[in-house]
DNA sequence: GTACTTAGATAGTGCCACTCTCCAACGGAA
DNA sequence: TTCCGTTGGAGAGTGGCACTATCTAAGTAC
């Protein structure tokens, strides 16, 4: 397969194709002479990947670029790598230090950690990604003055957990690692937005069976 | 109050508030001479929520105009100014129509919507953003070839249900209906960060139980 | 052999969220 | 009153990002 049938195969422009093939987004093609490549299947299936990733996770091309490296490395475990993709997905700007609504945040979501007993993110020694995203958004509606005492947010957590057994579970029927890795990165991100407009719909209408007269 | 004071206690720099101010999404400070204008309270508290929306939300600055202007309507009733809101919200890319994988997700969604019994969305005879931004997630898992069954959605639906009443539980702590919309734009807005980093968390939970030697 | 296509490199585009520069008008100190 | 730093407002400029267009040398199809 040829650039050009690559682009029509997957609806995106070879100009865009050449972007992603210099920013090793995707691996190059099997060189057949000095100014032709020939892409396969695998071509077809990774680039459908970032697409995924950019468009629909929104998510910028040097982290897809990180976030698909990590689930690639060699030299860790099947478990490390995907540790190390969900490290590098999208998150927020960092929690400031030295506020006082980050630090009763913090405080807060180590609570909940603790009632979850969710240990795995800290004994890495290390505080993830996703625990600073956690807790720049529990300080931003505490400065606000919103509410967000520790069983509501207990009531998230305990869902998050649910989900994500449901979602390892869909994992679990891939038989090699590699599927498994890139199965938890495609599943953790394009669930998200499946999520998130799960919950705007239910919102409406539930705000519309409480408020509507 | 004036700029410098509002920006000192906001953490904005003067630049961007002003940069605010001509996008309309501070109302304009009270003018006391041709040059010199006084602030509020209210302007420091609507400067809180819009970087929130901005910065913790990752929401685009015309988009944030747009979602305040919808809670802000007085042509609406409250219900209505929240599901403006809601829908002005940010949504990914539009899902193709002629696209089998988009028309497959369509019919799939239609059916999760029936088995939780929605139907305030569909009842307005227009798909709201958040349904096209369902159909367009799954159209590309479906695309990628990754599991996406209706028992699997119908799990994320029940457990975004119950986020939607604990959500509209707080709503109903606040008593004016000015307050109560606000508070939906606020929580639905702000509690999406928690909810991704919850779950994020809660996979790098499981993955370990699971798959740690 | 001639017209079209391709891979790869470089430069350019459009959008967005600020950020900078200016200016006339204040406002407080000397 | 005069000086000087500050303010609100307007317009232009900046940097980052995700493409997108152009160009060139080297194939390939008829």
Redesign the interface.
Known sequence: MRLAELSERSGVPTATIKYYLRERLLPPGERITATQAEYGEEHL?RL??VR?LI??G?MPVATAREVLAASEDESLS??AR??AA?WA?P???EPDEDDPHAARARAQVDAV?RR?D????QELGDT?P??R??V???A??D??G???DTE??L???R??????????D????YDTPPE?VE??V???V???????????????????????K
Chains 1, 2 share one sequence.
């Open positions: 299936r459908r990947l995924s468009q629909v929104r099947q478990n995907m540790g969900i997905l998150h927020g700007p950690l979850m969710w240990s795995h993110g993830s996703a625990y995203m956690l720049a958004a529990i931003s509606l400065r606000l919103y509410p967000h509501h947010l009531v998230h957590a869902l998050a957990g649910e989900l994500a057994v449901a979602d390892l869909l994992v679990e029927t498994r199965a938890v495609a599943l953790t394009l669930y998200e937005p499946v999520l998130l407009s799960l919950r705007r719909l239910a919102q409406t209408e539930e705000s519309g069976r409480r408020f509507e």
